[in-house]
């Protein structure tokens, strides 16, 4: 058996200012205030000394990191991201990828998934290929027209219960039938309303497939009005107004992504409950500045494409929630559930990790108040500790 003492415990919603949690092989057994949790005599104890202790950060939409996307070095991807508190991520493939890629890429996250660090990857975020061809890397697309069986098929087959989000965008010929063929061969699977200008009422109509989360929202294309100067409504008022939808939020340090006015709407509309902070994390592979005539300002924390494009980020998820609390003023508990408890959720997994709870993985991070990662916790074995450096 295991004890952490004296830490202050973040919890679903409320933080207990002096707790103890113990963990015994993969799993939490027992998380309280400390006069009520007893100690074992022949524990193995660690004193916390008032940090923080959080669940383990969960990152669904991550490209990879470093010099690396996941599908080319995903141990070297898992390791980078593991260094900073996030213990369950989804490799996430882009529609520049082509099939052979993406397959081969797979293959490489479910064998380095099955030691060490690898453990914190946890399925595949298919950002590509069935959203719009809009976006980032425009030099690069793999997978343009119609969307057709002789595509989906072979990389439903190959990827199998790898997949748990597919991202899809409503006006792609073809995408229902994707969608029918997916729903089947994938049911662990959930949809995300990615790069898009379709309508709400194209979302909707393919709602019932389980579409749930907006992939970035306020950056992933616009519908547009009806008539000349008027808004549509698009992904983005879909994902708003629609109660069960979740919002993926990229949480920059200069909140170029999503302004901080923007973020303070988004999680006043949706609730701390609905919102899912993101890296959308890419390799650093251009020593781009800034190119303020093309209306595309420079983030120290982002990343952009061969044409100096806004292209994700080279953020990590501690990063995001730090960022969180400095843009809107929410505090740790709630920056923390929405790296956490809300993607778990979203995933369907809030049963195994997410939160700190008997019976869940003993995925935790010891942080201070600027979440500042000093130790991490993947599975019960203390993967990263930077106090001992």
């Known amino acids: 058996m295991n004890a952490i003492i004296h830490a202050k415990l973040v919890m679903e919603d409320g933080i207990i200012w002096d707790g103890t949690l113990l963990y015994e092989g993969k799993k939490i057994v027992a998380v309280g205030e400390a006069e009520k949790i007893q100690v074992p005599a022949d524990a193995s104890v660690f004193d916390a000394k008032g940090n923080y202790l959080a669940p383990g950060l969960i990152d669904i939409h991550?490209?990879?990191?470093?010099?690396?996307?996941?599908?080319?070095?995903?141990?070297?991807?898992?390791?980078?991201?593991?260094?900073?508190?996030?213990?369950?991520?989804?490799?996430?493939?882009?529609?520049?990828?082509?099939?052979?890629?993406m397959l081969e890429g797979a293959e490489k996250v479910r064998e380095a998934s099955k030691t060490g660090a690898g453990r914190a990857m946890n399925g595949l975020y298919m950002e590509g290929p069935f959203m719009s061809l809009s976006g980032s890397f425009q030099n690069e697309m793999?997978?343009?027209?119609?969307?057709?069986?002789?595509?989906?098929?072979?990389?439903?087959?190959?990827?199998?219960?790898?997949v748990r989000v597919w991202a899809i965008d409503p006006d792609r010929e073809n995408i229902e039938e994707f969608m029918q063929y997916a729903k089947e061969k994938t049911p662990q699977a959930i949809f995300a309303h990615?790069?898009?200008?379709?309508?709400?009422?194209?979302?909707?109509?393919?709602?019932?497939?389980?579409?749930?989360?907006?992939?970035?929202?306020?950056?992933?294309?616009?519908?547009?009005?009806?008539?000349?100067?008027?808004?549509?409504?698009?992904?983005?008022?879909?994902?708003?107004y629609e109660p069960d939808m979740y919002a993926e939020l990229i949480c920059d340090e200069n909140g170029i992504h999503v302004?901080?006015?923007?973020?303070?709407?988004?999680?006043?509309?949706?609730?701390?409950?609905?919102v899912c902070l993101i890296s959308d994390s890419m390799p650093s592979?251009?020593?781009?500045?800034n190119n303020e005539a093309m209306g595309i300002w420079y983030g120290p924390d982002l990343n952009y494409d061969d044409e100096g494009k806004l292209a994700g980020s080279r953020m990590t998820l501690?990063?995001?929630?730090?960022?969180?609390?400095?843009?809107?003023?929410?505090?740790?508990?709630?920056?923390?559930?929405?790296?956490?408890?809300?993607?778990?959720?979203?995933?369907?997994?809030?049963?195994?990790?997410?939160s700190l709870a008997p019976g869940k993985l003993a995925n935790m991070i010891l942080i201070d108040d600027m979440v500042n990662i000093k130790k991490v916790y993947l599975q019960g074995d203390l993967m990263i500790d930077n106090d001992a450096e």
């Not at 793999?142 to 439903?156: C, N, Q, T």
């Open 285 to 289: 592979r251009t020593d781009y500045k």
């Open 194 to 240: 990615g790069h898009s200008s379709s309508t709400s009422e194209s979302i909707r109509a393919l709602a019932h497939y389980g579409v749930k989360v907006r992939t970035h929202i306020t950056d992933a294309g616009q519908s547009k009005g009806r008539a000349q100067g008027t808004p549509g409504a698009g992904g983005d008022q879909y994902c708003l």
């Open 318 to 354: 501690d990063h995001g929630v730090r960022n969180m609390m400095k843009h809107t003023g929410y505090g740790l508990c709630h920056a923390i559930r929405m790296a956490s408890l809300n993607p778990a959720k979203l995933l369907g997994l809030d049963n195994e990790i997410g």
């Open 259 to 274: 302004p901080p006015d923007l973020i303070k709407m988004i999680v006043r509309t949706k609730g701390v409950e609905k």
């Open 142 to 162: 793999k997978w343009e027209g119609a969307v057709k069986a002789s595509d989906y098929v072979p990389l439903i087959e190959g990827l199998g219960d790898m």
């Open 62 to 101: 991550n490209h990879g990191g470093g010099d690396w996307l996941f599908a080319e070095n995903p141990t070297y991807c898992a390791e980078y991201f593991l260094r900073h508190g996030e213990t369950t991520i989804l490799p996430t493939f882009y529609h520049n990828l082509s099939l052979k890629d």
